[in-house]
């Protein structure tokens, strides 16, 4: 913060706005756009490859693998996401801590769950209690890249599903009267061509990943959205320096844009991507593609 | 090498499971939009009357304390489930919040809480649209006395809805809505003062006994020796004690 700062109250016009742009509480916005970053790129791969691990259970031969794949895609395309973040989160949080607490604490003779408590020993608590707040903070965010993880990873393994049924028969026949074994079929013949059947739903889902990061909040990290309610609302002079009216309007449009160039820039790459997988692929585009050249 | 890695990593879990006692480092969990109870000052770090009656609690009962916000609709699920030891987020002690959570002695006077409206309008408060914060016992006031009740999740929209007229008026803590009233002429206060909840007091687990006698101990000490009522006075809460 530059030094002409420190009297907020003799500025005006873009001196004042220059400082009010770079209070700590601003510098944390722009913190949290970071934020929502870095768990876009963790858990795109993550849901992409809880997808991939879904929708190949779904198609195995083997039937508890099966089952456990379909399960896996119809619970969770089922339930509300705001009720998976609220119960599912805890649930595991809590799944975590009962563990380590059965593993640690052998001899703790007192119920976990007291009345409304869930209340386990000192050491089985995740992080533990005196942990600094970075620990508590980036543990939450792992939660939250899980959970992200599993509800959007349900989703990619029903588009992987299709996309893998969408593969021309008749490439895995004869793949198989070349004398290739089920395996190499799937690694050499079916996975390279079913992306260009699975990449327009994985591109929707992307989309909505990045639309569906304010959930974040119900989880207690604070994200964009949570910054700009906080920092747009109406501050009267008692409690801040730079007292202002109800600028939620502004943030919001400041956040609108974001969003949009965010997912614009999205859509060129998705595009790119796109020409690249339908090089020489028996679809339409891939045909189009060929004569062109 | 192999030798000096496992003596850090036993060192370091030895020392992990030393610090590791309870309660070594109390989670204050606050709401952080309520001022002057608690708020974000421009440094964005937890700011107002609570953030120093709490310092100087912990000072005085020798804990190390740590300041995390929380959004208030989940702030009572995540104390019980342990994600932070204690709320400091003004919040009243009601016989349902009794039901679920340990409440310590009150540490403000049972607040007056006042009806806020745009200047100069008539409102019949029993029939008129009433703003309050979700799970506030003032929203359990407003519902119970024949109004229509609209709540917000925070305490910011509720102030907003009235501006924007989407509510007559808005029901909140006095000490709340007083800097707001001062600031803004368009906006003014109505009708009578109500008296509701028994003040504000710290949440926290029921198990957790100790925690709350050391705290209740604290309170009782800064109450006897007049600390409270000067924070009370400096951060104009209400009536001292």
Redesign the interface.
């Known amino acids: 913060m530059a030094s002409f700062c420190s009297d907020p109250s003799t500025l005006s016009g873009l001196s004042w706005l220059l400082c009010y742009l770079t ?3 601003h ?2 916005l722009y913190w949290s756009v970071g934020t929502v970053l870095l768990l876009l790129a963790i858990t795109a791969p993550a849901a992409l490859a809880f997808g991939f691990g879904g929708a190949t259970a779904a198609r195995s031969r083997f039937l508890p693998l099966q089952w456990l794949g379909r399960g896996y895609i119809a619970v969770v395309r089922g339930v509300p996401d705001i009720a998976f973040f ?1 119960f599912f989160v ?1 649930a595991l ?2 799944f975590f ?1 009962w563990a380590r607490h059965k593993v640690k604490c052998p001899d703790w003779d007192q119920p976990i769950r ?7 020993c ?2 089985a ?1 995740l992080p ?4 600094a ?1 970075w620990v ?1 903070e980036t543990y939450g965010f792992m939660l939250a890249v899980l959970t992200f993880a599993i509800v959007f990873g349900a989703f990619a393994a029903n588009v992987l599903y299709g996309a893998m049924r969408a593969v021309p028969h008749p490439q895995l026949e004869t793949a198989e009267a070349y004398g290739m074994s089920p395996r190499q079929t799937f690694w050499r013949i079916l996975v390279p061509q079913m992306w260009v059947y699975a990449l327009p739903g994985l591109s929707n889902l992307w989309m909505v990943l990045i639309k569906a990061t304010p959930l974040l ?2 989880l ?1 990290i ?1 994200d964009i959205v949570y910054w700009a ?2 920092l747009g ?2 501050k ?8 202002h009216g ?1 600028w ?1 309007v502004w943030y919001f449009l400041a956040l609108l844009i974001f969003y949009l160039a965010f997912t614009r820039v999205s859509e060129i790459v998705l595009d790119r991507i796109m020409g690249r997988l339908t090089h020489g692929q028996a679809t339409l585009a891939g045909d189009a593609q060929r004569k062109a050249v | 090498m192999k030798k000096l890695i496992l003596t850090t990593t036993v060192l370091t879990l030895a020392a ?2 030393a ?7 109390v ?1 204050l969990g606050t709401e ?2 309520y ?2 109870f608690n ?7 937890v ?2 009357f609570e953030r120093e009656l709490g310092d100087e609690l912990c000072a005085r009962a020798e804990l ?1 304390c ?1 300041w ?4 208030w609709d ?1 702030i009572i ?2 104390l ?4 932070y ?1 204690v709320i400091i987020a003004g919040m009243s002690i009601t016989e349902e919040r009794e039901a ?2 340990d409440f310590t002695q009150n540490y403000t006077q049972p607040d007056p809480s006042a009806f806020l409206a745009a200047e100069g309008s008539e409102i019949d408060l029993t029939g008129a649209v009433i703003a309050a914060q979700a799970n506030t016992i003032q929203a359990s006031y407003v519902a119970s006395s024949g109004a229509t009740l609209v709540e917000f999740a ?1 305490p ?2 509720t ?2 809805a009235v ?1 924007n007229g989407e509510a007559d008026a808005v029901l909140a803590d006095k000490a709340f809505l007083s ?2 009233a ?2 803004s002429a368009e906006l003014d206060f109505v009708g009578e003062d109500v008296l509701i909840g028994g003040g504000v007091g710290m949440g926290l ?3 957790d006994n100790d925690l709350r006698d050391k705290f209740d101990a604290a309170i009782q000490s800064m109450k006897d020796d007049g600390s409270l009522n000067a924070l009370i006075e400096k951060w104009q809460i209400g009536a001292t004690f």
């Open positions: 209070t700590g509480k510098v944390a609220l805890i949080d809590q801590e007291q009345g409304s408590d869930f209340v386990v000192p050491e608590k533990l209690g005196n942990a707040q508590h909040f119900l207690g604070e309610r906080e609302g109406a009267t002079a008692r409690f801040t320096d730079y007292p109800d939620r | 992990g499971a610090l590791a006692g309870s309660h070594s480092v989670r952080g939009a001022p002057p708020f974000l000052n421009d440094k964005g770090e700011d107002g190390t740590e995390v916000t929380n959004d989940s699920p995540n019980v489930s342990g994600n030891d679920v959570i925070s910011d929209e102030i907003a501006r800097p707001i001062e600031e687990r029921e198990s």
